[in-house]
């Protein structure tokens, strides 16, 4: 399996970064864990074929993780897509889906399209399957609008990925992360605390704990990417690949 950072910058750009979007894919799989609001570009930059991708995971429904949904499915509608499509995430979604559709093009979430979409909510702590694809939430903490807030840790093809999203520190990012393969984690501060994000100070105090097998930082503030050269853990880049 490879993860690909489609874009891993805070909503902000910082570093001229791309909004969260990873790309996870192997034999059986092939889905995006969050669509931020640049998502559509960046993954025409990295020539990935949209409309092979079967599932997409949504952490929470602020716009850097969440407003590409209606570029990627009005690109679908366009590109004349066939295959199912299935969009996952926190309660509410069908709702939020729709009236992001409607704030960015009129009447587009009521267009009729040419394939079959399927808008799932999940339950925290309640495991899922998406064909060979177990996807478990944890809720995390990240304030109190464009929300519920979701981690997730994915079981598909053997590995582990689990993915903290925006937060900060919460003890449901122990199981959720316990000795993942890949654990790819918020570090948007270096040490100081911003409420509802995880600085890699706080992280780095539960490492023991989680033991993930290979962690890689991401969502940087211009705090942590000044710091890149130094810092001991390794950190995201946009068109990164990690082979698993």
């Given at each position: 399996m490879q993860l690909r950072f489609v874009g891993c910058g805070d909503a902000f750009g910082s570093g001229g970064r791309s909004n969260t979007c990873f790309h996870l894919t192997g034999a059986?799989?092939?889905?995006?864990?969050?669509?931020?609001?640049s998502s559509l570009p960046a993954l025409k930059r990295l020539g990935i074929a949209c409309n092979d991708?079967?599932?997409?995971?949504i952490t929470h429904f602020h716009g850097d993780h969440f407003a590409g949904l209606p570029f990627l499915l009005l690109d679908a509608q366009f590109s004349r897509r066939t295959q199912p499509?299935?969009?996952?995430?926190?309660?509410?979604?069908?709702?939020?889906?729709?009236?992001v559709m409607e704030a960015m093009f009129e009447h587009s979430s009521s267009t009729p399209r040419k394939f079959e979409l399927s808008v799932v909510e999940l339950a925290p702590e309640q495991p899922v399957r998406f064909g060979d694809v177990g996807v478990t939430p944890f809720p995390v903490v990240h304030g109190n609008s464009g929300g519920p807030f979701l981690g997730y840790r994915i079981e598909a093809e053997?590995?582990?990925?689990?993915?903290?999203?925006?937060?900060?520190?919460?003890?449901?990012?122990?199981?959720?992360?316990?000795?993942?393969?890949?654990?790819?984690?918020?570090a948007y501060t270096f040490d100081k605390p911003v409420k509802n994000h995880l600085s890699l100070a706080a992280l780095e105090a539960h490492l023991d704990e989680i033991r993930p097998k290979r962690l890689v930082l991401t969502h940087m503030s211009d705090d942590m990417l000044r710091r890149l050269p130094n810092l001991p853990h390794e950190t995201a880049h946009d068109g990164m690949t990690i082979d698993l």
């Open positions: 059986h799989t092939n889905l995006l864990i969050d669509c931020g609001a991708v079967a599932l997409i995971l499509l299935v969009i996952a995430g926190p309660a509410g979604i069908a709702t939020r889906l729709t009236q053997g590995k582990v990925v689990a993915y903290t999203a925006d937060t900060e520190w919460t003890d449901s990012l122990i199981p959720l992360g316990r000795e993942a393969d890949l654990l790819v984690a918020e």
